[in-house]
């Protein structure tokens, strides 16, 4: 049995999490967004920033959602839409993901993480709820062994591209165990209710979309070391002056998080055999890049300063 979708849960609310519920939103879907409650572990204490600075618990998911008010460039949910979400932190609110339908995980790309938070899901999920995730390329079968069999069947991959409003493209990624009838379901739900473009893809490393596009992006890369070009020179030829305003190749880095790219490479880089493997490494700047914290827009320092 697949519950109807009427309430939606997305933990998780950055990058694509806060922007995954606007979208849920803006088709008039009640959201339930979540992420972690500030943790206030005593170090704290000392911090001046943290005692003249008191946060709601729900401070993650109220910050994002004031993102999403935004109106530039472009308002990301519509004012109605914006009523359609709750806001919550996942240690006083878990227990609400019982009345969703459909919880979608879109924390960090770390199968830990995603592994752990499912098992509590797993707990509180309502008989029929669809649970998916929205990792870019960890297996997804790997992430959900130790559920229950009815929580596998009711289990898939959901990779929505940055930003949901704007690609249409959503894949789909079934385990063995996922019943087809929740397969089925989910695609004719993203096609008709959330205009999306659905493909099934097979449960391998990066699916199909960021298997080319981590790809193409590090043969670019390399590319761009090898002629001694500057960012802005492979911009202009990967971006605008070749017909594709928005998907220049570090323009899009700064805007889909450099730390979560490179998740997505390592675990491309970890699956792959032979002289194929050394194309997922990416290069040292990158490394040193992220380990600064310049990981673009959501840090305020990318390739680009902050417009
Ligand atoms: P992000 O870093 O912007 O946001 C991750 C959120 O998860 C943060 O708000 C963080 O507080 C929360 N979080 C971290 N650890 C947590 C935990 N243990 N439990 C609960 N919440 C936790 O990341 P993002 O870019 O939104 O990516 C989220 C997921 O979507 C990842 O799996 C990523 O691979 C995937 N994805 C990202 C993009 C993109 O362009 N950024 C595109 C498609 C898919």
């Given at each position: 049995?697949?519950?109807?979708?009427?309430?939606?849960?997305?933990?998780?609310?950055?990058?694509?999490?806060?922007?995954?519920?606007?979208?849920?939103?803006?088709?008039?879907?009640?959201v339930?967004?979540?992420?972690?409650?500030?943790?206030?572990?005593?170090?704290?204490?000392?911090?001046?920033?943290?005692?003249?600075?008191?946060?709601?618990?729900?401070?993650?998911?109220?910050?994002?959602?004031?993102?999403?008010?935004?109106?530039?460039?472009?308002?990301?949910?519509?004012?109605?839409?914006?009523?359609?979400?709750?806001?919550?932190?996942?240690?006083?609110?878990?227990?609400?993901?019982?009345?969703?339908?459909?919880?979608?995980?879109?924390?960090?790309?770390?199968?830990?993480?995603?592994?752990?938070?499912?098992?509590?899901?797993?707990?509180?999920?309502?008989?029929?709820?669809?649970?998916?995730?929205?990792?870019?390329?960890?297996?997804?079968?790997?992430?959900?062994?130790?559920?229950?069999?009815?929580?596998?069947?009711?289990?898939?991959?959901?990779?929505?591209?940055?930003?949901?409003r704007?690609?249409?493209?959503?894949?789909?990624?079934?385990?063995?165990?996922?019943?087809?009838?929740?397969?089925?379901?989910?695609?004719?739900?993203?096609?008709?209710?959330?205009?999306k473009?659905?493909?099934?893809?097979?449960?391998?490393?990066?699916?199909i979309?960021?298997?080319?596009?981590?790809?193409?992006?590090?043969?670019?890369?390399?590319?761009?070391?090898?002629?001694?070009?500057?960012?802005?020179?492979?911009?202009?030829?990967?971006?605008?002056?070749?017909?594709?305003?928005?998907?220049?190749?570090?323009?899009?880095?700064?805007?889909?998080?450099?730390?979560?790219?490179?998740?997505?490479?390592?675990?491309?880089?970890?699956?792959?055999e032979?002289?194929?493997?050394?194309?997922?490494?990416?290069?040292?700047f990158?490394?040193?890049?992220?380990?600064?914290?310049?990981?673009?827009?959501?840090?305020?320092?990318?390739?680009?300063?902050?417009?």
């Open positions: 049995m697949v519950r109807p979708i009427r309430k939606a849960a997305v933990i998780g609310a950055g990058v694509m999490g806060a922007s995954i519920a606007a979208h849920l939103a803006n088709a008039g879907i009640s339930l967004l979540l992420d972690l409650a500030p943790q206030d572990d005593g170090k704290s204490a000392t911090n001046v920033a943290t005692l003249t600075k008191k946060r709601s618990r729900n401070y993650l998911v109220e910050q994002a959602i004031a993102k999403l008010k935004k109106q530039k460039p472009a308002p990301l949910a519509s004012k109605q839409a914006l009523h359609l979400i709750e806001a919550g932190n996942l240690e006083d609110d878990f227990d609400k993901l019982k009345e969703t339908d459909w919880i979608i995980e879109a924390i960090i790309e770390n199968l830990e993480a995603k592994t752990q938070l499912l098992a509590k899901i797993d707990e509180v999920r309502a008989p029929g709820a669809i649970v998916s995730s929205n990792t870019s390329g960890i297996s997804v079968e790997a992430m959900s062994q130790e559920r229950s069999l009815d929580f596998k069947a009711h289990f898939l991959g959901t990779h929505f591209f940055n930003p949901p704007y690609l249409k493209l959503l894949e789909v990624i079934p385990t063995k165990e996922t019943k087809t009838e929740v397969t089925e379901f989910m695609r004719e739900f993203a096609e008709t209710a959330l205009g473009g659905v493909v099934e893809a097979k449960d391998t490393p990066n699916f979309a960021n298997r080319i596009g981590t790809y193409g992006l590090l043969v670019t890369v390399d590319e761009m070391l090898k002629a001694n070009a500057s960012i802005g020179e492979i911009d202009s030829v990967t971006g605008p002056l070749i017909g594709r305003p928005k998907s220049a190749t570090f323009r899009t880095l700064d805007v889909v998080g450099l730390d979560t790219f490179l998740h997505v490479a390592k675990n491309v880089y970890e699956e792959t032979g002289t194929e493997k050394a194309m997922f490494d990416p290069p040292a990158m490394k040193e890049m992220a380990k600064r914290g310049w990981i673009g827009a959501k840090s305020g320092q990318g390739f680009y300063l902050k417009e």
